[in-house]
């Protein structure tokens, strides 16, 4: 029985950081309702984030604290699926051609109030140009705020596939392409898509702080930030003039928590409300905690080892084939996710459509490896680095441990490596830059569409953003996917990408390795949370019932003094 083990995690816990603590949970003299608790969720999140502007990252740690709470988009998915709804556009005209895009956008939006800002007027069409030409135009004064680029917007190739951004009117904006994109629709529903206030940047811009608009946001969504201390605690509010009617939860706090054992121990301990990224034993334990519960689902993600072919011996594929066979993938997937993974074959999951089940996975035969590695010339082997993440993620539970693993299995055939990890957001860059022989990454598609996996991390266009690790840039693969791309009809696109996957399987610029399930887990108090395919975190539209407990310890009162918030 595990109960105990979590508890001594917990008294640890307490021990060890009760002053950080204090910071989520000093008394003021103001209270939401007699239970301070009832208004107020609090989250335990895995990470901090990058940023708080969800066009310069890629990483869904940083969107759940960002696009999800703070922005909005002109079409968002409906909860729990990959269908488009109305978000801040009302409705849509698309061209017969397919290559024109008119949206009317939605009136009376309000943009939060900050103690630095107050908007003078609602979201209209120069927010949605601000939005998209910030990231597009080299020559935009916003382009170069910050270091870290454009990489989704970039990776997905709105360079090349936009030609023009009109504003028709206050209140509706014409998008003209190049070519047709059958995905252009929900790619406008992802995250870095996400409209900001372009009043804001004016005003940042008068201020000399235009840094600012990557910090302190400024969106037209549910919440909004009110205070971030960094590795510690997100601490946002409603916000009260919400265009869907503000929120039920008053307050929001990302308690971040990168230890999943500590999540878990507070989350029992009534600490925190929802955990994310729970571990196997977690979701096998719960059966001794009534209060909690779990929601899982099959996720739309892959997790895998990328191999850089731009550096040797990863230029050749068949050292890049001998670590396919080198690899044991059933171990990995049994220890390190338990009963909550399948292993992986093709660069998409089985339950996304144009899946290829034809192509033939490279099973384990560390005798074929061998013979590959004699064949390219290194029949004793080499020296490799082996980079491994140090954060969970939901498609990779343990990377450190898989790492482990791995080396065990390479050693069997001569191979030497070298495990290297750096803090998460120093690793991503580090990835970006091509520094790394091999790393272990994953991916989680963001629109339900399989080009979001092709052409985000394995086309030619990303190898410049660096979201493709490998580095691979193949002809035949980018022609197919492409023509994919461009195509309207599901059937031949389906077609097009089965032959992509083809091309991935021969040429191996990874090692696949698993397809994971999704899981959250919350108390009984938590209402009407849903799991989005896309593995985001949304706190919109959820709700609270009275605590549980009337005095739940270390929470007594989470809200600061109103006049002590230092909003942004």
């Not at 990302?254 to 994310?276: H, K, N, Q, W, Y």
């Not at 290829?356 to 590959?372: D, H």
């Not at 691979?472 to 032959?499: G, H, M, P, Q, V």
């Amino acid at each position: 029985m595990q109960r105990p083990i979590f508890l001594k995690h917990l008294q640890f816990w307490k021990l060890t950081t009760y002053f950080a603590l204090t910071a989520l949970i000093l008394s003021c003299s103001k209270s939401f309702d007699s239970n301070v608790r009832d208004n107020v969720l609090v989250y335990c999140s895995e990470a901090s984030p990058q940023s708080f502007n969800p066009q310069l990252v890629t990483s869904g740690s940083t969107f759940d604290a960002s696009s999800r709470q703070v922005y909005n988009r002109l079409v968002e998915f409906t909860p729990g699926t990959s269908d488009i709804e109305a978000g801040l556009a009302t409705s849509w005209q698309i061209s017969k051609d397919s290559k024109v895009y008119t949206f009317n956008l939605r009136r009376n939006v309000s943009f939060h109030s900050t103690s630095q800002f107050t908007p003078t007027r609602y979201f209209n069409a120069d927010d949605v140009l601000f939005s998209f030409q910030r990231q597009w135009l080299a020559n935009h004064p916003y382009h170069n705020v910050s270091t870290l680029g454009f990489r989704y917007f970039d990776s997905m190739g709105f360079n090349e596939l936009l030609h023009k951004i009109v504003k028709v009117n206050d209140y509706q904006v014409r998008f003209e392409l190049n070519y047709p994109d059958s995905a252009f629709l929900a790619t406008l529903a992802m995250d870095f898509t996400s409209i900001l206030s372009s009043e804001y940047a004016e005003n940042l811009i008068l201020s000399s702080s235009r840094e600012l608009i990557d910090t302190q946001p400024v969106g037209t969504g549910p919440f909004q930030l009110t205070r971030y201390q960094a590795d510690a605690f997100i601490r946002y509010k409603a916000h009260p003039l919400y265009w869907k009617g503000k929120e039920s939860i008053e307050r929001l706090v990302f308690a971040i928590t990168p230890d999943p054992s500590l999540r878990f121990a507070r989350l029992i301990a009534g600490e925190c409300d929802v955990m994310a990224k729970p571990l196997p034993i977690h979701i096998k334990t719960l059966k001794n905690y009534p209060e909690l519960k779990t929601l899982t689902q099959q996720g739309s993600n892959v997790a895998y080892l990328a191999m850089n072919t731009q550096k040797k011996p990863f230029d050749d594929k068949r050292v890049r084939q001998a670590l396919n066979f080198a690899i044991k993938k059933e171990t990995l997937v049994k220890i390190v996710y338990g009963d909550t993974a399948v292993t992986a074959k093709n660069p998409i999951p089985p339950n996304m459509w144009s899946y290829n089940s034809a192509t033939i996975e490279s099973k384990y035969s560390p005798e074929k490896a061998k013979q590959l590695l004699s064949e390219a010339g290194y029949s004793n082997g080499f020296e490799m680095d082996l980079w491994a993440m140090p954060v969970q993620r939901s498609y990779n539970p343990n990377a450190i441990k898989m790492a482990e693993l791995i080396q065990q299995d390479l050693s069997k055939v001569g191979i030497k490596a070298k495990i290297i990890s750096y803090e998460f957001g120093t690793y991503l860059e580090k990835v970006k830059l091509g520094e790394h022989q091999t790393a272990l990454l994953g991916w989680i598609g963001d629109n339900g569409d399989p080009s979001n996996f092709f052409s985000s991390i394995l086309s030619c266009a990303a190898t410049r953003t660096g979201n493709n690790a490998s580095f691979w840039c193949n002809a035949e693969f980018d022609r197919l996917i492409r023509k994919a791309a461009i195509n309207s009809d599901k059937d031949t696109r389906s077609a097009l990408y089965k032959n992509a996957q083809l091309v991935f399987n021969q040429e191996k610029p990874w090692v696949p390795i698993a397809h994971s399930k999704q899981s959250i887990l919350t108390n009984q108090r938590v209402k009407n949370f849903t799991l989005a395919p896309t593995d985001g975190v949304f706190f919109s539209g959820v709700s609270l019932v009275s605590s549980l407990s009337p005095d739940l310890e270390g929470n007594k009162a989470i809200n600061e003094n109103d006049n002590k918030e230092n909003n942004n």
